[in-house]
């Protein structure tokens, strides 16, 4: 175990089986994956449609040389085409979520008429690459901090300061993320969004959606940009694609494709398309698809938010209940509170999303969980709170 290398802080717990939304120890206790691994398992763990569909196709082909066509990856595109509305447009598989973000902001970065892209203030795109860094000569960021409060709606948008200071005419691709910001699980206001992406149109500009975090349902729709009124003209999606085997994609409209083709930009990566992620792929749609993934994860997730809305009026340790779906954020009034709620959660079995000096806790169990599979949840937080939360105030947090 100390020969593996991490960045976060290891939890001492030997998880060695799963099953759904369960996770299991050496020991047989059983732990609640209110984070579906890191947000993949959408259909839950061990799905056996996922796992039939990875050993029907082991033993046929796994991984192909990137000239090769494949019946299969071909399915697999037009799967994914089908649900980003893309239905001429094309598709690419790549491996992880960083990836296909990166792809898809080098290849936008490569056809744009701009170069500049411009980006939400706290946009998480990939762990590695121009999307990560985010250099000044390359990227814009927008502060939208004021548009989170700001009781103004729609048209304003255009007039306001914050987006007439924008340097519109010189940005080329506009990178939405819809959802995560960091793991502060923030919606930015539909207005903004709609008023920046028709501006980025107007200026021929184009817009690249990351869906890694947002996509395959995890919102109620199929993508979080689906809660906004654009178009984008590249779409990444990771995680939930998968279902946690590593398999993303880009699908990209037809205009934006040929654009790709008559350009330089050349991609070459040995797992690109490769069989075994697409056959994935097309079972985790098709499965989404077969069992109304989509609707169920937003009653669920709907069940969940109300839920802990009603612990909030009781507990004012908890600040706000943010969500969309099944990707809710609870924020705490300090670090320490939600440090001391994570802490208890785990002790009673349910691991939930949590970083070290933040007071969000986040929730993003796999889309196939069921109220039921819930209640617990909620006892546990209202035993938790009921002794906590005098201890934590708004203004004081437990020293
Ligand atoms: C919003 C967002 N974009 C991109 C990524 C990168 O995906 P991956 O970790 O699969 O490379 C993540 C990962 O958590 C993410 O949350």
Same mark, same amino acid.
């Given at each position: ?229 654009? @178009? ?7 995680? =939930? *694609?998968?279902?946690?085997? /590593?398999?993303? $994609?880009? &699908? #990209? ?66 600040? @706000? ?7 809710? =954020? *609870?924020?705490?009034?300090? /670090?320490?509170? $939600?440090? &001391? #709620? ?58």
């Amino acid at each position: 175990m100390q020969h593996v290398l991490r960045f976060t802080e290891e939890v001492n717990l030997n998880l060695t089986t799963a099953k759904g939304c369960m996770l299991y120890d050496d020991h047989g206790t059983a732990y609640l994956d209110l984070e579906a691994g890191t947000w993949s398992a959408a259909l839950g763990h061990n799905h056996p449609a996922v796992n039939q569909t990875i050993q029907a196709q082991l033993v046929k082909i796994s991984h192909l040389g990137t000239r090769y066509p494949n019946q299969t990856v071909e399915q697999a595109a037009q799967d994914v085409l089908s649900i980003t509305d893309m239905p001429d447009g094309q598709c690419i598989f790549l491996s992880s979520g960083s990836e296909a973000v990166e792809f898809a902001v080098q290849s936008a970065r490569r056809i744009a008429a701009r170069p500049l892209q411009l980006c939400l203030s706290n946009t998480y795109l990939a762990a590695y690459g121009s999307s990560l860094a985010k250099e000044s000569t390359q990227w814009v960021i927008l502060d939208w901090k004021a548009c989170e409060t700001c009781s103004r709606t729609g048209s304003s948008c255009a007039t306001c300061p914050t987006l007439t200071n924008l340097p519109i005419d010189q940005i080329g691709t506009f990178v939405f993320e819809s959802g995560s910001f960091s793991g502060q699980v923030k919606f930015p206001p539909q207005a903004l969004i709609s008023e920046i992406a028709s501006q980025i149109k107007q200026n021929d500009g184009l817009i690249v959606v990351n869906e890694i975090t947002t996509g395959m349902g995890r919102t109620g729709k199929w993508f979080g940009y689906q809660h906004y009124n654009l @178009q984008p003209d590249l779409v990444a999606i990771g995680k =939930g *694609l998968g279902n946690g085997y /590593p398999v993303s $994609a880009v &699908a #990209v409209t037809a205009k934006t494709a040929e654009a790709l083709k008559k350009s330089s930009f050349l991609y070459a990566q040995s797992h690109q398309n490769d069989p075994l992620g697409a056959a994935v792929a097309s079972t985790v749609i098709r499965t989404m698809q077969e069992e109304d993934t989509l609707a169920h994860c937003a009653a669920v997730g709907t069940f969940l938010k109300q839920q802990l809305e009603k612990l909030k009026t009781d507990f004012p340790i908890i600040q @706000q209940v943010r969500g969309r779906g099944l990707l809710i =954020g *609870l924020e705490f009034v300090s /670090p320490e509170a $939600a440090e &001391a #709620v994570y802490t208890q959660l785990f002790q009673r079995g349910f691991l939930c999303g949590f970083k070290k000096a933040s007071p969000m806790l986040r929730f993003f169990p796999p889309l196939t969980i069921q109220e039921s599979e819930l209640l617990p949840l909620f006892q546990a937080l209202n035993d938790i709170f009921a002794v906590l939360s005098d201890g934590f105030s708004a203004t004081q947090p437990k020293s």
